[in-house]
């Protein structure tokens, strides 16, 4: 069992800096420069690269916001139709992150630029991977995807004051998808060098 711990801010010029939005920023940064470093490899443009990704990254957080308030919190969208805007009750959701990622890189990668959109996406899939893994271990420090009651080894002792509900061991969800991510992305580098795959071989393998 993992005893519950939910790291403070970090304290900067005054301001708090919350380690689950520190692990994003990181996740974001990693997740780039392995999908740079990737392109480089492949001889391919690196600026396209670095572009698509910093475009599908902001595409990602917006319709993450939208979705979240949408159908998860659309209580605070019936108050105010403004906090659909993210600068005003900003929210997110991976699986909407996910979708402005699906919509942002064919729009840039074959609309915009019109280049093989495959040979990038299997950069990107990589990237993404890594960065998911840093995005998953903030909200394991978050502690915002706790699931039920169990004895599994690896679930974390909820004291009564973070839960509404028994506490005790319960499974967290962050915690798993962190862990499961990393091992993907550490198949995917063990792919990658085994042989030449075909464009497209890692997006798929993702999704």
């Known amino acids: 069992m993992i005893p ?39 001889k391919l443009s690196v600026k396209i690269t670095v572009d698509c990704t910093l475009f599908m990254v902001l595409m990602g957080f917006i319709v993450a916001h939208i979705v979240s308030v949408t159908f998860y919190h659309p209580d605070r ?24 990622a699906a919509i942002a890189i064919p ?27 840093f995005g998953r271990i903030g909200c394991f420090t978050a502690h915002d995807h706790k699931g039920r009651l169990t004895d599994f080894f690896l679930a974390v002792d909820f004291p009564a004051s973070t839960i509404n509900g028994p506490a005790g061991p319960r499974h967290d969800l962050g915690l798993y998808e962190a862990l499961f991510l990393s091992f993907v992305f550490c198949l995917f580098l063990i792919l990658d060098r085994k042989r030449d795959w075909f464009h497209g071989f890692f997006s798929g393998l993702l999704l």
């Open 4 to 42: 519950y711990f939910s790291p403070g801010p970090v304290t900067i010029a005054g301001i708090d800096f919350y380690w689950f939005m520190i692990l994003i920023v990181v996740g974001i940064a990693a997740g780039t420069e392995f999908a740079r470093a990737r392109a480089i490899r492949e």
């Open 77 to 100: 969208l019936a108050e105010d139709w403004r906090k659909i805007l993210p600068w005003y009750d900003f929210s997110i959701s991976s699986m909407g992150g996910y979708l402005g």
């Open 107 to 133: 729009l840039f990668l074959k609309v915009w630029k019109k280049v093989p959109v495959w040979a990038y996406t299997d950069c990107l899939a990589m990237g993404v991977t890594l960065g998911f893994v």
